[in-house]
T-cell receptor, first 115, second 111 residues
């Protein structure tokens, strides 16, 4: 149980384009999902908290107009990187929190490369 | 702000050895979590701890929630090659809080 999927697993795009990443909780409902960014050999950096049916909460320094988050259902959150640039290249990981617990289950990650 | 200090940063051990790593925080946590991350993958939950003093095992892994609520350790017994990876501790103060991650312990097993 507690499986989280992400799609796509890898994406390569041209500078200036937008990229959408999906995060799904497959066997449980998640009112809260989280989006992280991870640089090579570093820990996970929380970008934003996504709450079903309401606006996402962004961490300090994360541009909400750059990283659009939509949590339209209890099993799906999407992250759209708008007007991507090479510095946005990174490993993006989502997680879903099991309701009424602190435990987060992570997706397999999406490797974004912006040319 | 809250910080988690995880040590050691990296470990080089022989196959079959036991491993110990720990995390300390500047604040009290009410939940401690231990994750393992393989290259190019998302973190996988190993053990979740919810009570001070709690000692929990998952196969060859054992983790404890420190009595002071400011620390936790993870032990791996009789290491095998597939234990290689990065281990992250994570903590949360209150239910529904975001969790704070340590910087990870990178485990290497020497041939």
């Amino acid at each position: 149980g507690a499986v989280v999927s992400q799609h796509p697993s890898r994406v390569i795009c041209k500078s200036g384009t937008s990229v959408k990443i999906e995060c799904r909780s497959l066997d449980f409902q998640a009112t809260t999902m989280f989006w992280y960014r991870q640089f090579p050999k570093q820990s996970l950096m929380l970008m934003a908290t996504s709450n079903e049916g309401s606006k996402a909460t962004y961490e300090q320094g994360v541009e909400k107009d750059k990283f659009l988050i939509n949590h339209a259902s209890l099993t799906l959150s999407t992250l759209t990187v708008t007007s991507a640039h090479p510095e946005d290249s990174s490993f993006y990981i989502c997680s879903a929190r099991l309701t009424h617990t602190d435990t987060q289950y992570f997706g397999p990650g999406t490797r974004l490369t912006v040319l | 702000g809250q910080q988690l200090n995880q040590s050691p940063q990296s470990m080089f051990i022989q196959e079959g050895e036991d491993v110990s790593m720990n995390c300390t925080s500047s604040s009290i946590f009410n939940t401690w979590l231990w994750y393992k991350q393989d290259p190019g993958e998302g973190p996988v939950l190993l053990i979740a701890l919810y009570k001070a003093g709690e000692l929990t095992s998952n196969g060859r892994l054992t983790a404890q929630f420190g009595i002071t609520r400011k620390d936790s350790f993870l032990n791996i017994s009789a290491s095998i090659p597939s234990d290689v990876g990065i281990y992250f501790c994570a903590g949360a103060m209150n239910r529904d809080d975001k969790i704070i991650f340590g910087k990870g312990t990178r485990l290497h097993i020497l041939p």
